[in-house]
């Protein structure tokens, strides 16, 4: 598949652009979130990424999880849909973005753990009570309003 943003950005340069993706909070059996350090800043993420063009953001949501950390997603489940100037991110390579990102739980996942050590440091799973403090700017809210609303939502997850 084609490098989208890498293609956009030999264009445009760093200058800020929309870019559309999706995660995935991955919970197991102990309801437990799943997060990736990843390897760019010392912050802990969830697994996701860009859309790349002709995909679903269920199919960016599956290939970033297997890409990422080598789970392979089953059944996912819309969270909800975060953008704004709260979602504005420069990479350290000074690239601009304004994330338009969907978030999805998953608890139907398969595989073994693998993490890729080009996008990542490490992967686990963590309490909700003892979720890191250094996550991801962009990913922070998703987190605490997912934690913030387990109990409403565990019945239907």
Known sequence: MAD???????SIGTRPIIMCGANVILL???????LHHRVDRDWWGLPGGAMEL?????????R???E???????KLK?????SGKDLYYVYPDGNQVYNVTATFICRD?????V?????????KFFPLNEVPLNLSSTIRGIVEEFISRYQELKTNI
Do not use: P, Q, W
């Open 4 to 10: 989208y943003i890498g293609d956009l950005r030999k």
């Open 28 to 34: 197991n059996e102990r309801d437990e979130i799943l």
């Open 54 to 62: 002709g995909e679903s953001l269920e199919e960016t949501a599956s």
């Open 64 to 66: 970033e999880v297997f």
């Open 68 to 74: 990422e950390v080598g789970l392979t997603c089953g």
């Open 78 to 82: 819309l969270f909800n849909i975060y």
């Open 109 to 113: 996942y398969s595989g073994e753990m």
């Open 115 to 123: 993490v890729d050590l080009t996008e990542g440091r490490d992967a």
